[in-house]
């Protein structure tokens, strides 16, 4: 696609047949993921996939396409794409902390959440260390992959003290994947999915060996490699099964706290945003949430 050249995304029927009230026959969608997404989006009834460039009414891009495109394209009043312009505002870590940080008002203990956004599967780039010795050393090298030495050494990294105490269900570490849809940042308007669900790590959890990712790591692409995973059993519970155990453990009423501290989180990490995030009406974000609990239910 050129740059120079601006590109008009009609509907599939003419601004003359909508105003005569006809609707559509069809949802042209595009999506250049090959994951659930995909899938998902095919079996959606009257939705058509179009390819190359053909003309489409719904787009689910990646966010290079983003970059490329979104300045140099017209978009037409009924036509949706996956991502605000600097999206990035809330998915990048050193970001999201620089502007959870300007949005207090007041010092207020700290919350453990982690945010990205839908289409990524897998944990790159997680550390954890006992000293800050140990820092140093990988700085140098010693520790780190083949892989680490070769990317480039500009990226910024997030340190942030491990939840050495996290709720544990027969032992093993456990947080809950959420997500949130926002269709607008001005007004907010923000859409939680009730049915999430729980991962567990697949080994019962210690601090006394850092180096193992299946007793620290509970993604599932991560989980799903571990020698003992059962995949008859997997590592998930739904949202609801996890509410009914807490329920039965702690009682109704703490656990409705518990949900409504987590519905704050959602909240404040969006209102911090709100002011930097480019709103367009074209746009939408689906925000996967990862919410760890600690010991003594602190979200």
Not at 19 to 24: F, L, T
Not at 44 to 55: C, L, S
Not at 86 to 101: I, W
Request: some cysteine; hydrophobic content about 30%.
């Amino acid at each position: 696609m050129s740059k120079n050249k601006t590109t008009v995304y009609k509907g599939p029927h003419s601004n003359q047949k909508r105003r005569e009230g006809e609707g559509r026959s069809c949802v042209r969608y595009k999506c250049s993921l090959i994951n659930t997404i995909q899938e998902v989006l095919r079996q959606r009834p009257g939705w058509v996939e179009v390819k190359d460039d053909g003309e489409w009414d719904f787009n689910w891009c990646d966010v290079s396409w983003l970059r490329e495109n979104f300045d140099h394209t017209y978009m037409e009043e009924h036509v949706r794409i996956c991502h605000f312009r600097n999206h990035y505002e809330l998915t990048r870590k050193n970001l999201m902390v620089k502007n959870l940080k300007r949005h207090r008002v007041q010092e207020e203990p700290g919350q453990h959440v982690d945010n990205e956004t839908c289409g990524t599967v897998t944990r790159k780039g997680i550390f954890l260390f006992r000293k800050l010795k140990d820092i140093m050393d990988w700085k140098k090298d010693g520790s780190r992959t083949e892989e680490q030495k070769d990317e480039a050494q500009v990226e910024s990294y997030v340190a942030q003290r491990y939840i050495e105490n996290p709720y544990l269900i027969g032992g093993r570490k456990f947080d809950l994947r959420v997500y949130v849809l926002v269709t607008s940042y001005i007004p907010l308007k923000a859409w939680l999915y009730r049915d999430g669900f729980a991962r567990f790590s697949s080994t019962r959890f210690s601090l006394s060996s850092l180096d193992d990712q299946y007793v620290h790591l509970t993604n599932v692409a991560v989980q799903k490699t571990a020698p003992d995973y059962d995949p008859e059993k997997g590592c998930k519970w739904q949202m609801q099964q996890l509410r009914r155990y807490l329920t039965a453990k702690h009682g109704a009423e703490t656990v409705e706290e518990l949900f409504k501290d987590i519905d704050n989180i959602f909240i404040r990490s969006l209102q911090s945003v709100q002011k930097v995030i480019i709103n367009d009406k074209h746009c939408f974000e689906l925000y996967g949430y990862d919410i760890l609990l600690d010991q003594d239910l602190k979200p």
